[in-house]
T-cell receptor, first 113, second 113 residues
Framework: GENVEQHPSTLSVQEGDSAVIKCTYS??????FPWYKQELGKRPQLIID?????GEKKDQRIAVTLNKTAKHFSLHITETQPEDSAVYFC????????????FGIGTKLQVIP | GAGVSQSPSNKVTEKGKDVELRCDPI?????LYWYRQSLGQGLEFLIY????????KSGLPSDRFSAERTGGSVSTLTIQRTQQEDSAVYLC???????????FGEGSRLTVL
């Protein structure tokens, strides 16, 4: 089955700096890579996703990159703000197949004002 | 309703009692997941239902845990003879297919005394 590794487990940055979270996956059949944000006491919510036919996707201050050859994908947050403080989860799945979504362990991001 | 609904939102029980947690997914969503999240921890996969296929039960921690999904809609997670280590938030999520956004419920917080 799929295995998703995520690092770092915790990350502290100064407000305004950038934050990068990295994930690797094991199953070459995976082709859908979402990222979820979970604020304290709340449910996880999708913030951005990328499919294997593109290498990069941006949405305002967040971007994801995907390297299918190396089986790496990353989340980049620029100009971080205190409200970006949360736990971020990467995930992988195989669209069109039966494979369930597999999550990484999560990264706790703290943005220091 | 428009979202994933879980009940009860909070459950306090005594060690050794059985509990049932309910999840009502978004109408038309074929995939349904149960996760367990202990305080400050990641998303521990429990079980996955996809359409009419046999469920993936590989994450259930012991035979005290079981789940069913009736008519491809509502799901019930049952924990028999609860133990203190079962205390956690149990999250349900649903999606349309295997590579769409996962929508999470608010969770059921279980406390075993």
């Amino acid at each position: 089955g799929e295995n998703v590794e995520q690092h770092p487990s915790t990350l502290s940055v100064q407000e305004g700096d950038s934050a990068v979270i990295k994930c690797t996956y094991s199953d070459s059949a995976s082709n859908y890579f979402p990222w979820y944000k979970q604020e304290l006491g709340k449910r996880p919510q999708l913030i951005i996703d990328i499919r294997s036919n593109v290498g990069e996707k941006k949405d305002q201050r967040i971007a994801v990159t995907l390297n299918k050859t190396a089986k790496h994908f990353s989340l980049h947050i620029t100009e971080t703000q205190p409200e970006d403080s949360a736990v971020y989860f990467c995930a992988a799945s195989d669209s069109g197949g039966y494979q369930k979504v597999t999550f990484g362990i999560g990264t706790k991001l703290q943005v220091i004002p | 309703g428009a979202g994933v609904s879980q009940s009860p939102s909070n459950k306090v029980t005594e060690k050794g009692k059985d509990v049932e947690l309910r999840c009502d997914p978004i109408s038309g969503h074929t995939a349904l997941y149960w996760y367990r999240q202990s305080l400050g921890q990641g998303l521990e996969f429990l079980i996955y239902f996809q359409g009419n296929s046999a469920p993936d039960k590989s994450g259930l921690p012991s035979d005290r845990f079981s789940a069913e999904r009736t008519g491809g809609s509502v799901s019930t997670l049952t924990i028999q003879r609860t133990q203190q280590e079962d205390s956690a938030v149990y999250l349900c999520a649903s999606s349309f297919g295997t590579a769409g956004e996962l929508f999470f419920g608010e969770g059921s917080r279980l406390t075993v005394l």
